[in-house]
């Protein structure tokens, strides 16, 4: 057997670091050549003592030097004169950012000395430190030039500034080949080309580790940096609502004595009977024209036939209007707009804008009064999911709120802002003039031993013969819950379920009984509780756990589908919640899903459905009253995701075990928690590449372990075009980011 370097071998493999160990105390990795001549990348994941070997990749021996699919030499003078270099103090400055994000790089591996950046490439001088020039001899390529490499992508991509405010990990390589040993080097050139910006700030690149002269020693393909502080240990998230100025201004500023609303071209309103209608009407005259919420097919008519600047949804504002008869007009009015893009009727098509009150309470002064309405920005969402032609957005103002001759100014630039490459889908309007914006984020809360359980109260679970059902259940009785009610249709335990949870609840507890009940049905409800009542103690929980599926695209929903989803999931809410004021809760939780976060393709009714228990949640806290909503991702075995695990997984949505959830579920109840609380497994990686093109709402994810989200330095006027020789250095990043979100390819 010969010897074999890293120069005779090309690992075509993808090498993945397995999610959440981005810690070097946690692995350690080696080489190894099998029996049959393949090189292996093991690692050995530490566990005290021990070491369980993991293979990241394997390769093939090549027998002869290998090829290479960049360019085997560069041309660093031609790359230069098209880049333009970074100050000094910015090299250093980005270490610096670095080591108070958590990456601390130490001086002898603080290898990257000048840095040019370019559109789409990067160029970095790199050299050892002093002491370990003296030591070079030893290395065909020492380790620190290739941290230095890697560190060009992670740390200067963004022009030293990067935008998660966190240090970016390697997570993935497509293709890694060593052509050359630089013997005794101290110094080489580094040079990388982004391959495309991923959403959340995550870099795609190819890097090429040059001599001096440019001749290439080592080819790193398709290398994949993502944030480091979002990994697949994180199971918690929270929607973070941050203050954001207005970036995208109107076209043409209002002058002195001109119009309120002059920004506004033609509306179509929908929606005549509420108090904006009047001031839309009154103020833009000819230039609206208002219809009436049930005026579907003359609504689809008009957008067919005419040309509007934007379509404002106002049923929401309606006096008494039905949630269900809310979405289904939004609906159908996306539906003729996705219609009528797809035809050509218009270019570019019109904005449609819903408008909400008092669904958020975010701001100052912020009430939530209008949780039943919950459900308009889910719809927004799904209609951007899946009928990309139609451009949408969501405002939401406070409850009490009269607009001011500037409201109107205000609507017309988020309109404007609505055809940005960052278009917000969700905003919200405060009393104080604020405007607010959503972001998932991390939450960093221990997984704590949960609320405080009752041995003698009782706790209703809706839901309850169901597998969360009975895993919820079987958690509270383990914890010293000894009274339990189980609602369900049936009001028996499913041949499907294991019966192990249903005879351990029912051997610890003083009385466990099943009750058939239509949480959809209010009447149905209130005799349940009144059962309930006569025959055990005080209600001190509920846990509402009911639901159904009924999926479909948005252009095949109809009403009926809606409010069959709506039935048990929020009717079921709002009956719990009413019906249970009287009682001394500790409790109260509703199960949704996260599908709200993701716009779940063909689930825009499960979708709106789930975000009104939220709305339910936020607004029961806002009262002062005990809530918390779980939006749960998939469960392994148990569910009504369980079937679809293997086509969420290879999105990179990870399905929870029981104790995973029930983990969970102790971390997210209690008043001093979050109203609505995400639990999900994702491999961000995999998401990432699965999904090209995210919304800016998942740009929080980088915001974690206290750090905020760095603001670029100098953001580029809207539609502008990149001109080198007008844009100086610390611009360079936003226009690449632009371009990078204009452009994937």
């Known amino acids: 057997a010969r010897d074999v370097t890293l120069c005779d071998v090309v690992i075509t493999e993808e090498m993945r670091i397995p999610g959440g160990l981005l810690s070097p105390s946690d692995f350690c990795i080696r080489c190894g050549v099998s029996a049959s001549g393949a090189v292996e990348i093991l690692g050995g994941v530490i566990s005290g003592s021990a070491e369980r070997p993991v293979c990241f990749s394997t390769g093939g021996d090549c027998g002869e030097k290998p090829s290479l699919s960049l360019p085997g030499r560069v041309?660093?003078?031609?790359?230069?004169?098209?880049?333009?270099?970074?100050?000094?103090?910015?090299?250093?400055?980005?270490?610096?950012?670095?080591?108070?994000?958590?990456?601390?790089?130490?001086?002898?591996?603080?290898?990257?000395?000048?840095?040019?950046?370019?559109?789409?490439?990067?160029?970095?001088?790199?050299?050892?430190?002093?002491?370990?020039?003296?030591?070079?001899?030893?290395?065909?390529?020492?380790?620190?030039?290739?941290?230095?490499?890697?560190?060009?992508?992670?740390?200067?991509?963004?022009?030293?500034?990067?935008?998660?405010?966190?240090?970016?990990?390697?997570?993935?390589?497509?293709?890694?080949?060593?052509?050359?040993?630089?013997?005794?080097?101290?110094?080489?050139?580094?040079?990388?080309?982004?391959?495309?910006?991923?959403?959340?700030?995550?870099?795609?690149?190819?890097?090429?580790?040059?001599?001096?002269?440019?001749?290439?020693?080592?080819?790193?393909?398709?290398?994949?940096?993502?944030?480091?502080?979002?990994?697949?240990?994180?199971?918690?998230?929270?929607?973070?609502?941050?203050?954001?100025?207005?970036?995208?201004?109107?076209?043409?500023?209002?002058?002195?004595?001109?119009?309120?609303?002059?920004?506004?071209?033609?509306?179509?309103?929908?929606?005549?009977?509420?108090?904006?209608?009047?001031?839309?009407?009154?103020?833009?005259?000819?230039?609206?024209?208002?219809?009436?919420?049930?005026?579907?097919?003359?609504?689809?008519?008009?957008?067919?036939?005419e040309a509007w600047d934007a379509v404002l949804f106002l049923g929401a504002l309606e006096r008494g209007a039905a949630a269900v008869d809310v979405l289904d007009s939004l609906l159908e009015l996306g539906k003729a707009l996705g219609s009528a893009a797809s035809a050509g009727a218009r270019a570019p098509a019109a904005v449609l804008c819903a408008v909400t009150q008092g669904v958020r309470g975010v701001g100052s002064g912020g009430a939530v009064v209008a949780a039943e309405h919950g459900g308009v920005a889910a719809m927004v969402r799904s209609l951007r999911s899946e009928l990309p032609s139609v451009r949408a957005l969501t405002v939401d103002v406070p409850a009490g709120w009269t607009p001011g001759v500037e409201a109107l100014d205000l609507l017309a630039r988020e309109l404007a802002a609505c055809a940005g490459v960052e278009a917000e889908g969700e905003v919200v309007w405060d009393a104080s003039g604020g405007r607010f914006v959503p972001r998932l984020v991390v939450s960093r809360r221990p997984l704590g031993s949960g609320p405080a359980v009752s041995s003698d109260g009782t706790y209703v679970i809706t839901g309850g013969t169901g597998g969360l059902g009975l895993v919820t259940a079987r958690w509270l009785v383990e914890r010293g819950a000894r009274y339990v009610a189980l609602l369900s249709r049936s009001g028996v335990v499913g041949a499907d379920i294991s019966l192990d949870d249903w005879r351990f609840i029912r051997e610890m507890c003083v009385s466990a009984t099943c009750f058939s009940c239509d949480v959809s049905d209010e009447v149905s409800l209130v005799q349940a509780l009144n059962s309930i009542r006569r025959t055990m103690p005080s209600l001190c929980g509920v846990v509402h756990a009911a639901g159904v599926l009924d999926d479909g695209s948005i252009m095949s929903m109809t009403r009926e589908r809606i409010s069959r989803v709506f039935g048990p999931k929020v009717d079921g809410a709002r009956f719990l919640d009413i019906h249970t004021r009287q009682d001394d809760l500790k409790l109260f939780v509703v199960y949704s899903s996260v599908s709200v976060i993701f716009a779940s393709p063909g689930q825009s009714n499960y979708v709106a459905a789930n975000a009104c228990l939220d709305a339910l949640i936020m607004r029961r806290r806002f009262e002062g009253l005990c809530g918390s909503s779980i939006q749960w991702g998939p469960w392994k075995d148990v569910g009504m995701a369980a079937g679809l695990v293997a086509q969420m997984e290879r999105n990179g949505v990870l399905s929870l075990s029981p104790e995973a959830g029930m983990a969970a579920f102790a971390a997210c109840v209690g008043a001093d928690k979050p109203a609505v609380t995400a639990v999900m497994q994702i491999d961000w990686p995999k998401f990432y590449r699965r999904n090209a093109s995210l919304p800016v709402f998942f740009d929080g994810l980088q915001v974690t372990q206290g750090k905020g989200r760095a603001a670029l330095a100098s953001q580029p006027p809207e539609g502008a075009r990149f001109e080198p020789s007008k844009v100086s250095a610390p611009q360079y990043p936003s226009w690449l980011a632009r371009a990078m979100s204009d452009n994937p390819q």
Do not use: I, K
Not at 166 to 194: E, I
Not at 278 to 301: I, P
């Open 75 to 305: 041309d660093l003078e031609q790359v230069r004169a098209r880049c333009s270099v970074l100050d000094p103090s910015e090299v250093l400055g980005a270490y610096a950012a670095a080591g108070a994000a958590g990456l601390q790089c130490g001086a002898r591996f603080q290898t990257v000395r000048r840095v040019w950046v370019g559109e789409s490439e990067l160029l970095g001088e790199l050299s050892l430190a002093a002491v370990d020039v003296e030591q070079s001899h030893g290395f065909d390529f020492h380790p620190a030039l290739l941290e230095g490499a890697l560190q060009l992508c992670a740390c200067f991509a963004d022009g030293g500034r990067d935008r998660s405010g966190l240090p970016m990990a390697v997570v993935s390589m497509q293709r890694v080949a060593a052509v050359g040993a630089f013997v005794g080097g101290a110094c080489v050139v580094a040079h990388a080309r982004v391959r495309s910006v991923r959403a959340g700030a995550s870099l795609l690149c190819d890097v090429a580790v040059c001599s001096p002269a440019g001749e290439v020693l080592v080819s790193l393909e398709g290398v994949l940096f993502c944030p480091r502080g979002a990994t697949q240990r994180d199971v918690l998230y929270e929607v973070e609502w941050r203050a954001s100025a207005l970036v995208c201004a109107r076209a043409a500023p209002v002058m002195p004595g001109e119009a309120a609303g002059s920004g506004l071209g033609r509306c179509l309103v929908v929606g005549a009977h509420n108090w904006l209608a009047s001031h839309l009407a009154a103020s833009l005259g000819e230039r609206a024209v208002v219809m009436d919420l049930g005026a579907a097919s003359d609504v689809a008519r008009r957008l067919s036939a």
